[in-house]
């Protein structure tokens, strides 16, 4: 757990930051959710953007055990170094997209268009959401919109071998991007404003860029476990009587 721990706070990270990639994906459906209720009802607009976020997140997390079981195949396969140095690589190039140094990613949207439009019909009929099961079943569903973020931080979960650490790391994924949403459709501009200044980007962007360095396969990963064993042998070697 201590080794995925600083993966999971990459993944908050990456959610968090890229929460201004989120408005303009979801941007539009978090203000036609709230304008749906009046204003005097604001209980009832935060438990359906509540449901709404919970069903998007959930489809996450469901998308990272899918693809990580193919990434237990390849992890237990000669090509588990290829698998370590791509997770790596993602983790670098997703920082800088949120730093505002490469926007290559979005390219990688171009995947899910084919199967966006067989289930954008489906979510079109929830709206207006006006109940809670509604509004998780299209959170659910608007989980798949195409999103060059979304799709390249499952190929990084996948890359970690293990389906359950896939669906943990989508899971603090969508966790992440939980505050700009939410924040956005209760009008909460502060916040939004916060979360888009460029020093704030650029700092949360050089640090998922550090995770992903420290992640590479490569001598530092060498040095770090030979420091390990080498605090176990001198353990070893030293005679029962000194511990004492």
């Avoid at 978090?30 to 709404?52: D, F, N, S, W």
């Avoid at 071998?161 to 603090?172: E, H, P, Q, T």
Wanted: hydrophobic share 55%; net charge positive; charged share 10%.
């Amino acid at each position: 757990m201590a080794e995925l721990l600083p993966l999971l706070v990459s993944a908050v990270v990456l959610g968090l930051l890229g929460g201004g990639h989120c408005l303009g994906m979801c941007g539009g459906l978090m203000g036609a959710l709230t304008m749906a209720i009046p204003v005097e009802q604001r209980g009832k607009r935060l438990r359906l953007l509540v449901a709404y976020n919970l069903g998007r997140v959930l489809s996450y997390t469901g998308a990272g055990l899918l693809i990580g079981l193919a990434g237990w195949a390849v992890a237990n396969s000669p090509a588990a170094m290829a698998l370590r140095v791509v997770a790596a690589l993602l983790l670098v190039s997703m920082g800088l997209y949120l730093a505002g140094w490469w926007s290559g990613l979005t390219r990688v949207e171009a995947v899910g268009r084919g199967l966006w439009r067989h289930i954008q019909p489906f979510a079109s009929r929830l709206m207006p959401v006006k109940s809670i099961p509604r509004a998780l079943l299209l959170g659910a569903l608007w989980g798949w919109l195409p999103c060059g973020l979304v799709y390249s931080t499952l190929l990084w979960a996948a890359s970690q071998g293990d389906a359950l650490d896939s669906a943990l790391l989508m899971l603090a994924f969508g966790i992440g991007t939980w505050p700009v949403l939410l924040a956005t459709g209760l009008a909460a501009e502060r916040l939004t404003a916060l979360l888009r200044k460029r020093g704030v980007r650029m700092l949360g962007g050089m640090m998922v860029i550090l995770f992903g360095l420290w992640t590479l396969p490569g001598p530092h990963q060498q040095w770090l476990m030979g420091h390990g064993a080498g605090e176990v042998s001198t353990q070893e070697r030293t005679p029962a009587h000194l511990h004492h």
